[in-house]
């Protein structure tokens, strides 16, 4: 603990000289009735102010450049997906070609959806370009449309996906069962 106690030094001055000259207010003697400290204030104030402006500001566009991303991302698992499909579709055509045609003509025409696959491309493509010019400028409402647009295409077309898988299974049996028929009549 300090105790105050008055040296010569300190003679002319009480204990409450001493403590109100050793705050920050002696150094600015210059300036009337302790405006500097009201002036740091101020500063610190505007400084804060600044700092927090900016802060949102770089918030906000790192919104914006996750938005962007998330839809570039989204547009290249769609494109992956489309080209899985048309595999897929070029796949089970190839596997119509052990079965009888009676049984393979309907399936046949069923997966010559390359026209649409190209279609769906082609939109894509449209999505990307739209992404390239209006990204920049798009409000953060038309950058989630678009992002709920791409994911509801995804969506559909992982459903033609599954559908494409059990058709494959269910070609794949009757695959199985043609050749086992073929094998005793060639006996």
């Known amino acids: 603990m300090v105790v105050f106690a008055p040296h010569k030094v300190n003679k002319k001055h009480s204990g409450s000289t001493v403590y109100r000259c050793a705050r920050f207010r002696h150094t600015a003697r210059s300036l009337p009735g302790g405006r500097i400290e009201s002036y740091l204030i101020i500063v610190a104030v ?7 402006g900016l802060w949102l500001r770089d918030r906000g566009n790192r919104g914006r450049e996750n938005a962007i991303r998330a839809l570039l991302d989204g547009a290249d698992a769609l494109e992956s997906r489309l080209q ?6 070029q796949h089970l055509r190839d596997m119509l070609v052990v079965l009888p045609e009676e049984l393979s003509a309907g399936a046949d025409n069923a997966l010559q959806a390359d026209t649409k696959v190209q279609a769906a491309l ?32 995804g969506a559909t077309l992982q459903a033609q996906l599954d559908r494409l898988a059990a058709i494959s299974s269910d070609l794949q049996r009757a695959q199985a069962e043609a050749r086992s028929v073929k094998r005793p009549a060639a006996s």
């Open 46 to 52: 505007c400084l804060v102010l600044a700092l927090l």
């Open 84 to 89: 899985e499909c048309r595999e897929r579709m």
């Open 122 to 153: 082609k939109d894509l493509l449209a999505h990307r370009l739209w992404i390239q010019q209006h990204a920049a400028t798009a409000s953060p409402r038309e950058l989630a449309q678009a992002q709920k647009a791409l994911n509801q295409s």
